[in-house]
């Protein structure tokens, strides 16, 4: 049947090019996609709305099932975190000229180009870095792009990732760099990685996908180069007030996701990704997203803010380009920006101290309580594992009592959150649920 709206909808037209690309049917397209993330059935829908009222109420009954994580105490992070948001965030990515602009061309721009240039500029001094993207999609992509970055780089075709990664990031970064390069996990525990010439990067995670932070940096850095692979490594930027940048022990790369700096958890949503380099050129040269700097103008004396290197992108190669480029998360950029230049140097040291006090208090709390702490003479920032008797049981207790208690990992493991706007007294309350949830069920140590 032919759809009013859409063009080529029809049956004709839609075989006609399927033919022309040589393919059978439409779900061939997604055969690269996990099956398991694949419904096997119609998608539940209603039936077709008549009039835009009813749609309403139907949306807002979909929103009502959610639970904000303001309205209830939360320690759900994963990825996602419940960092406190400055009003002026919202206020600044909310104007006009930011907030609906798309590509930034001068005739439609008020600001935007710099207001990039400066989130840039503030990334670069906190990471150590030269180099730093407007952000991707997400860390998960920008952990990809990265990588595929370093197979450009050295000419090579496998990639070892030697920390903990949560399933999802995991999957994406497989999913980004099939077909051509190799994904290799280092074996848990092992004493030593299996790196050799063959690999074009060694991957670490710091803050790990349990919270734990790498202090092996400057000894897998010198590992990574002996073999002339390049050290990615993935952070979060809300951590580099009191941790040190990997820059400084020697990482080629620096990726990870911008959501901690500004950016409500939103449904899951508000991520954006960075990739930060020094400034080399072979290696800014595989960047495939826009760079934003200082360039002179038609005007002699004048300065403006723009693209740099715009050659090495696919809107200039279009399909010779290194790596697709789609739209950037531009928004959070600008977001991210307002965040650092608001806290400034002291506010990042003092946030970051805040977290790790945090951290280590709700670590210790829960093992009182009964719950037992994963790695718990390790450094952690912001999040932690325990083990419990049922995760499930343990989870479904704390909602009884309005408590989000954190990520399920596994049967038994629970992935527990902590940052700055957790109070002494959030964690307490925490603590206390768990050891009543675990006294009932018999399963305090």
């Known amino acids: 049947m032919t759809h009013p709206y859409i063009p080529n909808a029809g049956p004709d037209a839609r075989a006609a090019m399927l033919a022309e690309i040589g393919a059978s049917s439409v779900a061939e397209f997604y055969a690269d996609i996990p099956a398991d993330l694949r419904p096997a059935r119609p998608l539940d829908l209603p039936a077709p709305f008549t009039d835009e009222q009813g749609l309403v109420r139907h949306l807002r009954g979909l929103l009502a099932r959610n639970t904000d994580t303001t309205e209830a105490l939360s320690f759900l992070g994963h990825g996602c975190y419940p960092h406190h948001v400055p009003a002026v965030c919202d206020e600044v990515n909310g104007r006009g000229e930011f907030l609906t602009a798309y590509a930034g061309e001068p005739y439609e721009d008020h600001g935007r180009f710099q207001a990039l240039f400066e989130y840039v500029s503030m990334m670069a001094e906190l990471l150590e870095m030269d180099v730093v993207n407007v952000p991707t999609y997400d860390g998960f992509q920008a952990a990809g792009t990265a990588l595929r970055m370093a197979a450009r780089r050295t000419g090579r075709s496998r990639v070892l990732l030697g920390s903990a990664i949560a399933a999802d990031k995991l999957s994406k970064i497989r999913d980004y760099l099939t077909p051509d390069i190799e994904v290799v996990l280092a074996p848990a525990g092992a004493p030593e990685l299996p790196l050799d010439d063959t690999f074009a990067a060694l991957y670490l995670e710091t803050p790990d996908v349990h919270g734990v932070i790498e202090t092996r940096g400057r000894e897998l850095a010198d590992l990574a180069h002996g073999v002339g692979a390049l050290l990615v490594v993935s952070t979060d930027p809300i951590s580099l007030g009191v941790l040190a940048p990997p820059a400084s022990y020697g990482a080629d790369l620096v990726c990870g996701d911008i959501q901690s700096l500004g950016m409500h958890q939103q449904y899951g949503g508000g991520q954006a990704g960075f990739i930060?380099?020094?400034?080399?050129?072979?290696?800014?040269?595989?960047?495939?997203?826009?760079?934003?700097?200082?360039?002179?103008?038609?005007?002699?004396?004048?300065?403006?803010?723009?693209?740099?290197?715009?050659?090495?992108?696919?809107?200039?190669?279009?399909?010779?380009?290194?790596?697709?480029?789609?739209?950037?998360?531009?928004?959070?950029?600008?977001?991210?920006?307002?965040?650092?230049?608001?806290?400034?140097?002291?506010?990042?040291?003092?946030?970051?101290?805040?977290?790790?006090?945090?951290?280590?208090?709700?670590?210790?709390?829960?093992?009182?309580?009964?719950?037992?702490?994963?790695?718990?003479?390790?450094?952690?920032?912001?999040?932690?594992?325990?083990?419990?008797?049922?995760?499930?049981?343990?989870?479904?207790?704390?909602?009884?009592?309005?408590?989000?208690?954190?990520?399920?990992?596994?049967?038994?493991?629970?992935?527990?959150?902590?940052?700055?706007?957790?109070?002494?007294?959030?964690?307490?309350?925490?603590?206390?649920?768990?050891?009543?949830?675990?006294?009932?069920?018999?399963?305090?140590?």
């Open 276 to 445: 930060a380099s020094h400034d080399d050129e072979r290696l800014v040269a595989e960047f495939p997203s826009r760079l934003f700097g200082i360039a002179p103008t038609a005007v002699a004396g004048e300065y403006g803010f723009g693209d740099v290197f715009y050659d090495r992108t696919s809107f200039a190669l279009r399909e010779e380009g290194k790596e697709w480029v789609g739209t950037a998360a531009a928004l959070w950029g600008i977001t991210a920006g307002v965040y650092l230049a608001l806290m400034g140097p002291q506010g990042m040291r003092e946030i970051g101290e805040t977290i790790l006090a945090r951290t280590r208090y709700a670590m210790r709390a829960l093992a009182s309580a009964g719950a037992l702490v994963r790695e718990q003479d390790a450094l952690h920032f912001r999040e932690f594992a325990v083990e419990v008797p049922d995760a499930d049981a343990l989870l479904a207790a704390l909602r009884t009592g309005n408590i989000f208690g954190g990520v399920r990992l596994g049967p038994r493991v629970v992935l527990v959150c902590v940052t700055e706007r957790h109070s002494i007294a959030d964690i307490d309350t925490l603590a206390a649920a768990v050891k009543d949830a675990l006294s009932a069920t018999g399963g305090t140590k």
